[in-house]
């Protein structure tokens, strides 16, 4: 059974930074494309970083290129994502999603529980 979990969510003040992590178990990843998403109160989950288990470019939404890096540690099995220059307008839950497809999407398989990023402003 696949079972991702976040970790490394909390409390910062704006400008500030925070590394989110996902540690993914339950089967051989290769073949997976893995991505970070959030969803801030009252608003839907919206894609933030994705990329591939095996290697490759990743993936960014416009909100967050140049401030957010998704990267992988393949023997944790884990994938992270850094976040600098944080903004209020990141405050959300995140969550980290496995696919096998190119791009994750809200209809990927596999979800993790989420972590609380909440930035002060």
């Known amino acids: 059974q696949v079972q991702l979990v976040e970790s490394g969510g909390g409390l910062v003040q704006a400008g500030g930074s925070l590394r989110l992590s996902c540690a993914a178990s339950?089967?051989?990843?290769?073949?997976?494309?893995m991505g970070w998403f959030r969803q801030a109160p009252g608003k839907e989950r919206e894609f933030v970083a994705s990329?591939?288990?095996?290697?490759?470019?990743?993936y960014y939404a416009d909100s967050v290129a140049g401030r957010f890096t998704i990267g992988r540690d393949y023997a944790k099995n884990t994938v992270y994502l850094q976040m600098n220059s944080l903004k209020a307008e990141d405050t959300a839950v995140y969550y980290c999603?496995?696919?096998?497809?190119?791009?994750?999407?809200?209809?990927?398989?596999?979800w993790g529980q989420g972590t609380q990023v909440t930035v002060s402003s």
């Open positions: 999603a496995a696919d096998t497809a190119v791009r994750p999407s809200s209809r990927s398989p596999y």
């Open positions: 339950g089967r051989t990843f290769t073949r997976y494309t």
């Open positions: 990329i591939r288990w095996t290697g490759g470019s990743p």
